[in-house]
């Protein structure tokens, strides 16, 4: 562990291009770039935000929401894909780990996946929300435990949940157990009012202090004219205001800078590792201030397959080389041999 760098973050709070994931991806690559010209080296977008969080799902009855849902479908990601390639393009150009939201389309499902850039662009993990919350039910398959991983990045170890994930203490406390120094949050924001900024403040200080590692957290923000495009229902307007909190948290529970709270806008702190040991010198969870005697976790991290294939593999051609007869050409007539 270095516990003498400083590695530059900024947690990005920004609305989507409603309905468009090419024009939502478009503010991702010149948000990073904006964000290149002030030094960052690890940038944080919030939840599902290519192409956006599926708001629709909040404010309408499942029996409403086919053509929305559907709509959804058409602008998710595919991973690989190009969206993937762009973002992995940026990432290398400006040498910048990217922690960004999707949602994510395989086959005949969506889901609430992160993935993780590192700086030279190679997507080194994509992980799916493990239990979709309330709402998001009708709209997202469940993850698996492969995705609580915690990554070597080019700013150091990386990990990741999404909204109400840091809610599960268990799910927290596998990063932890990996030793994460730089936790990534992601919500929607734009969301059920005040309270839930308030209920997420706390929620993310806290793991900051319990982990002892820095935690950056990116919200999404929603316009009035968003809203009314997702509802006309002006009634319903309430549920999709405030709810956002975009932040950097030291490993002491402090914030690093003012926390964006309205409008679109950059949390940029500078992330000073050694207090990382100062906080863990004093309590460190899951080094000398655990009990693994007593207590300890039980983490199953095998991806999920729905098909396991038994029995003998099937066979494979012969490589062939490139001046040898191919497989499938006729063999010669043999000369006739004189005979005895």
């Not at 029996?63 to 690989?80: D, F, I, N, R, S």
């Not at 098909?307 to 050409?329: F, H, I, N, R, W």
């Amino acid at each position: 562990m270095n516990d003498a760098k400083t590695v530059r973050a900024a947690a990005v709070q920004i609305s989507p291009v409603l309905y468009s994931r090419d024009g939502t991806t478009a503010k991702v690559l010149e948000a990073i770039a904006a964000a290149a010209k002030e030094g960052v080296q690890l940038i944080v977008f919030p939840e599902t935000f290519i192409p956006y969080y599926p708001y629709f799902s909040f404010v309408e009855p499942p029996v409403l929401m086919g053509k929305a849902h559907m709509l959804l479908y058409e602008q998710a990601v595919t991973v690989p894909g190009p969206v993937v390639d762009a973002v992995s393009r940026a990432a290398r150009s400006y040498e910048m780990v990217v922690v960004l939201g999707v949602n994510e389309r395989d086959e005949g499902s969506l889901y609430n996946t992160q993935l993780i850039f590192d700086a030279d662009g190679t997507l080194i993990h994509k992980r799916r929300k493990i239990t979709p919350t309330y709402h998001e039910r009708m709209v997202w398959g469940q993850g698996d435990g492969a995705g609580l991983a915690v990554l070597d990045t080019a700013v150091g170890r990386v990990g990741a949940l999404a909204c109400w994930e840091h809610y599960n203490p268990l799910a927290r406390y596998s990063l932890m157990a990996q030793h994460e120094q730089i936790h990534c949050g992601q919500f929607p924001g734009s969301m059920v009012g005040s309270i839930f900024a308030e209920q997420m403040e706390v929620t993310m200080r806290h793991h900051a202090l319990e982990s002892g590692c820095f935690v950056v957290n990116a919200t999404g923000w929603l316009t009035a004219e968003q809203k009314t495009q997702i509802t006309p229902n002006e009634q319903l307007h309430k549920a999709l205001s405030g709810g956002c909190y975009t932040a950097i948290i030291s490993p002491e529970g402090a914030h690093l800078c003012d926390p964006v709270v309205e409008g679109e806008g950059m949390a940029i702190a500078d992330l000073d590792f050694s207090l990382i040991v100062k906080r863990k010198r004093m309590m460190d969870s899951v080094g000398h201030y655990a009990r693994p005697d007593l207590l300890k976790l039980q983490l199953n991290q095998q991806a999920w397959a729905v098909m396991q294939a038994q029995g003998a593999p099937v066979p494979q051609l012969p490589a062939v080389e490139a001046d040898a007869t191919p497989s499938d050409a006729v063999p010669p007539t043999p000369e006739p041999t004189p005979s005895d």
